[in-house]
């Protein structure tokens, strides 16, 4: 039986502990002893934050300013949308987005088992036939540092998930393998 994972998915996601809080400028409205808001997010304000998490985020092109890949024990997109209607240039929703090619016998039965076990992710099938899984982190309107770090947690908790799910069913399912 084949004990090949696919290359992105291999490893630990990573232990979920609360990581420190990231040194950012203080908001305007901040008065002393108050948490910072984050009310939408430039290009650079999400990189800080990816890397103040523990992610190494680089862009995705040098010309690119609207998504990081973020390497590590994972490999993943972190895309800026939702452009803020009252700060031109920055956004009010982030999409965390991991993608993984597998053989179309590791694929349905992943996604199914997906669809049933995730709260708050969308698990699809994409285009090009990927196993493409998305969280949302929305901030406009204003969120807490802390809850930023909460989603990045359950962000690290819903990839080590999915390695989970992914090596169970292609041991069972490998189209290499001999039944």
């Not at 076990?117 to 802390?146: C, K, M, R």
Request: aromatic fraction near 8%; include cysteine; charged fraction near 20%.
């Amino acid at each position: 039986m084949a004990t090949d994972t696919p290359e992105l998915i291999q490893g630990d996601a990573g232990a979920v502990q609360a990581p420190s809080a990231p040194e950012l400028p203080a908001h305007p409205a901040k008065a002393p002893g108050e948490a910072r808001l984050i009310e939408s997010l430039s290009f650079e304000g999400l990189g800080e934050l990816l890397r103040a998490h523990g992610f190494e985020a680089r862009p995705i092109t040098p010309d690119d300013r609207t998504a990081y890949r973020c390497e590590g024990k994972a490999v993943f997109i972190a895309a800026l949308r939702a452009e803020s209607p009252a700060r031109p240039g920055e956004y009010e929703l982030v999409t965390l987005n991991l993608y993984m090619p597998l053989p179309p016998t590791v694929l349905a039965p992943v996604y199914l088992e997906l669809q049933q076990s995730l709260q708050f992710v969308h698990a699809q099938i994409d285009d090009d036939g990927d196993l493409a899984v998305l969280v949302p982190v929305y901030v406009g309107g204003g969120v807490s540092e802390a809850h930023v770090a909460r989603m990045f947690d359950y962000w690290r908790m819903t990839m080590e998930h999915v390695r989970q799910v992914i090596n169970r069913h292609w041991m069972k399912n490998d189209p290499r393998s001999l039944n």
